[in-house]
């Protein structure tokens, strides 16, 4: 049972007569509850890899299916409700609504599923609470520190009960500890609801507690053992 699936990616930006080729042939599945980290140079396509599995941008060959759905086959409203109800997205940088206090940049999603205001905001507290901002709902971005910023922004990713979470160096903008503390949040999410985490990181010591860790290197994922990584 794949959360994500994908057979025979290709990806080749154009840029008037520039082309650049990232990858040709991924493949790549990613089961229900399971954890993987990409590694890779700078470079290697690992946030376009990120943005296909997301459907944030179109694969130039094969497929990605998302909790078994054909995302090439999806229009861009239903693409959109997919991306909002099966997939979280946390980023280096927390995107978080400079105008809206933590409460509402966290019940946006819900509301944008559809839910009613009282259960958005009732799941936004609760998620708050979780992630131990339950002191700072009423804070800006702009008040908040920046592990804060990127703990509302983890809480965000995950309001709407997500089967999957895609992290582009989820951490990479944070200190040590506070790294340590989002990762480890991160990692309760998958063993307390099951949420698959597919993250991008620079970082060993954190990928290395992941279920399987693959690299991206000249165009192709490879799986590292566990002395590898
Ligand atoms: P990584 O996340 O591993 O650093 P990226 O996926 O950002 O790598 O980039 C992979 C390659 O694709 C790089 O050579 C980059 O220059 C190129 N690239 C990324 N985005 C675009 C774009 N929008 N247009 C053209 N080339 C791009
Ligand atoms: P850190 O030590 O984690 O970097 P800061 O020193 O930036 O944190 O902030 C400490 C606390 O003060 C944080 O909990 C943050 O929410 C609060 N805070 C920071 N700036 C503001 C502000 N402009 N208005 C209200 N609260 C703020």
């Known amino acids: 049972d794949a959360v994500i699936h994908c057979e025979g990616l290709a990806k080749t930006y154009a840029?008037?007569?520039?082309?650049?080729?990232?990858?040709?042939?991924?493949?790549?599945?990613?089961?229900?509850?399971?954890?993987?980290?990409?590694?890779?140079?700078?470079?290697?396509?690992?946030?376009?890899?990120?943005?296909?599995?997301?459907?944030?941008?179109?694969?130039?060959?094969?497929?990605v299916y998302v909790a078994g759905q054909k995302m090439s086959a999806l229009s861009d409203a239903e693409r959109g409700r997919l991306r909002n109800t099966a997939l979280g997205f946390v980023y280096q940088f927390h995107h978080l609504l400079p105008e809206f206090t933590a409460l509402e940049n966290v019940m946006l999603p819900v509301l944008l599923g559809g839910k009613a205001l009282a259960d958005?905001?009732?799941?936004?507290?609760?998620l708050l609470e979780a992630v131990g901002l339950g002191h700072r709902l009423g804070h800006k971005p702009g008040e908040l520190s920046g592990g804060e910023r990127q703990r509302a922004a983890v809480a965000r990713a995950l309001v709407n009960r997500p089967a999957c979470v895609l992290?582009?160096?989820?951490?990479?903008?944070?200190?040590?500890?506070?790294?340590?503390?989002?990762f480890e949040l991160m990692l309760s999410l998958n063993r307390e609801q099951g949420t698959s985490l597919v993250l991008v990181t620079h970082d060993r010591s954190l990928a290395r507690r992941l279920d399987r860790v693959l690299e991206l290197h000249e165009g192709r994922l490879r799986e590292l053992s566990t002395e590898e990584v």
Do not use: M, Q
């Not at 958005?120 to 609760?126: I, K, N, Q, T, Y």
């Open 15 to 63: 840029e008037g007569p520039l082309r650049t080729h990232v990858f040709h042939d991924l493949h790549l599945e990613v089961a229900r509850g399971e954890t993987v980290a990409i590694l890779g140079a700078s470079g290697a396509g690992k946030s376009t890899l990120l943005h296909l599995l997301g459907g944030l941008d179109t694969p130039t060959g094969g497929e």
């Open 120 to 126: 958005a905001e009732a799941g936004a507290r609760h």
């Open 167 to 182: 992290g582009d160096e989820p951490t990479g903008n944070l200190d040590e500890k506070t790294a340590a503390t989002v």
